[in-house]
C-alpha cells in the first residue's frame, strides 16, 4: 500500500488515502447550525489541495446535541441546502465528502435557548461542567431518531459519506465508558446504543454510500474504557460499517500522560487486526509525510487522518507528494510552487 494510491470504497474512488477529520471551527455566529461562506471556502479550499475524503466537522444532530453554540447541525431542513453547496463545490474539485454527525452528550455547552443537557447518567464532565439529565428509554429512543433523521438530511445535501461520533467523549462514547455511564438497566452495555443506533442509520443511509464510525480506542482513565473494550463492543456493529476511524481520550479532563508523533498508530493497528474487512484510518500527529507514508506502507492502518496539518496548511497533499518525489501529482495550478 502507498499513502498516494487510488482506492474504491463501494462506488466512489478515493484519489489518495489522506483524510481532513473533522475539526470544530466553531463559526456558526447566528447559532443556527447553518454553514457560512467561511464553511464553503474552509472545506473546499482542501479539495482544491487533494484532499481523498473530507469530513465535515462535528454537526449535531439537535440543538442541543452541539458542542457549542457556534457549532453546525443537521436537525432541521433549513440547514440541508447551505451544506448542499458545500458538497457541490468539493465533487466539482474531484474529492468526496462525509459529515460528522454528533451529539454533545454531557459535554454539551450550548445554551443559547439550551436549559438542559443529557448523559448516559447524571455526571457531569468536570467540575466546571453542567450536570447532565440521566436520558430516560424514551428519551434515548428520541435521540436514535435524531441521528437517522440528521442522516437522511445528509443524504438530501449529496454527503458521500457520514461519520457517527462515537469518540472524544460525546454521547456515544459516554455510553461506551463505565467513567460516564452507570446505568443499571441494559444500556450499562456501552454496546447496546451503539447498536440501536446503527441500526436505525442503516436503515436510512443508502447502502451505496459510505458510512464511518470515529471511536476513542481508550480514555486513559484507570477505570474507564479499554481498547480491548472497544473491539468488543465494536464486534456487533463493524460490518455495518465502510470506515473505523479510530482516536482516544476525551471522556475526562486528564490528557494522555505522552502525546508523541503516530501515538494513536498501535491503537489503529489492533484494531485493524480484529476488523480486517474494515478500512481503518489512523490519525493523531501524523504530519511528517515520511511517517504518514510509513503507516500505510507498513499496513498499520488504511488511511491517514489529518487535523491540524490540514488546518494549517490547506496544500498539505501537495507539499508531501513534492516532498515523496510524486510531483506529477501535483495540480497544474500550483506545479509553480513547487520548481
Not at 457517527?164 to 456515544?172: D, K, N, Q, S, V
Request: proline share 5%; charged share 20%.
Amino acid at each position: 500500500m502507498n499513502l498516494f494510491d487510488k482506492t474504491k470504497i463501494k462506488n466512489y474512488e478515493l484519489k489518495n488515502r489522506l483524510v481532513m477529520e473533522p475539526m470544530c471551527m466553531y463559526s456558526v455566529f447566528k447559532h443556527d447550525g447553518i454553514p457560512t461562506y467561511f464553511h464553503f471556502a474552509h472545506y473546499v479550499s482542501r479539495a482544491i489541495g487533494q484532499v481523498g475524503m473530507i469530513i465535515i466537522e462535528s454537526t449535531g444532530v439537535a440543538p442541543e446535541g452541539r458542542i457549542t453554540d457556534d457549532c453546525l447541525g443537521l436537525y432541521n431542513d433549513d440547514q440541508i441546502a447551505p451544506f448542499k453547496n458545500i458538497v457541490d463545490a468539493v465533487h466539482e474539485e474531484g474529492s468526496i465528502i462525509g459529515v460528522q454527525l454528533n451529539h454533545a452528550g454531557r459535554k454539551s455547552t450550548a445554551s443559547d435557548g439550551i436549559d438542559t443537557i443529557y448523559g448516559p447518567s447524571a455526571i457531569a464532565y468536570s467540575d466546571d461542567s453542567r450536570t447532565p439529565v440521566a436520558l430516560t428509554t424514551d428519551e434515548i429512543k428520541r435521540i436514535i431518531k435524531d441521528f437517522q433523521e440528521a442522516a437522511v438530511r445528509a443524504d438530501k445535501a449529496g454527503f458521500d459519506a457520514i461519520e457517527i461520533h462515537g469518540a472524544h467523549g460525546y454521547l456515544i462514547s459516554e455510553f461506551m465508558s463505565p467513567a460516564s455511564n452507570h446505568r443499571t438497566d441494559k444500556y450499562k452495555d456501552g454496546s447496546v446504543f451503539l447498536q440501536e443506533l446503527t441500526a436505525a442509520v442503516t436503515q436510512v443511509w443508502p447502502k451505496h454510500k459510505i458510512l464511518s464510525l470515529r471511536v476513542s480506542a481508550t480514555d486513559y482513565e484507570p477505570n474507564g474504557q479499554t481498547v480491548d473494550d472497544t473491539i468488543r463492543m465494536l464486534e456487533p456493529v463493524a460490518a455495518s460499517y465502510d470506515f473505523i476511524n479510530v482516536s482516544s481520550g476525551g471522556i475526562t479532563i486528564n490528557p494522555p500522560t505522552k502525546i508523541y508523533p503516530g501515538y494513536q498508530v498501535p491503537f489503529a493497528h489492533k484494531i485493524k487486526k480484529a476488523f480486517p474487512n474494515n478500512n481503518i484510518i489512523a490519525c493523531g500527529i501524523l504530519g511528517n509525510p515520511d511517517l504518514a507514508a510509513y503507516v500505510i506502507e507498513s499496513e498499520q492502518a488504511d488511511y491517514i487522518g489529518l487535523a491540524r496539518p490540514l488546518l494549517s496548511n490547506a496544500n498539505w497533499v501537495l507539499h508531501a507528494a513534492h516532498a515523496r518525489r510524486k510531483n506529477d501529482l501535483i495540480t497544474q495550478q500550483y506545479k509553480r510552487a513547487f520548481k
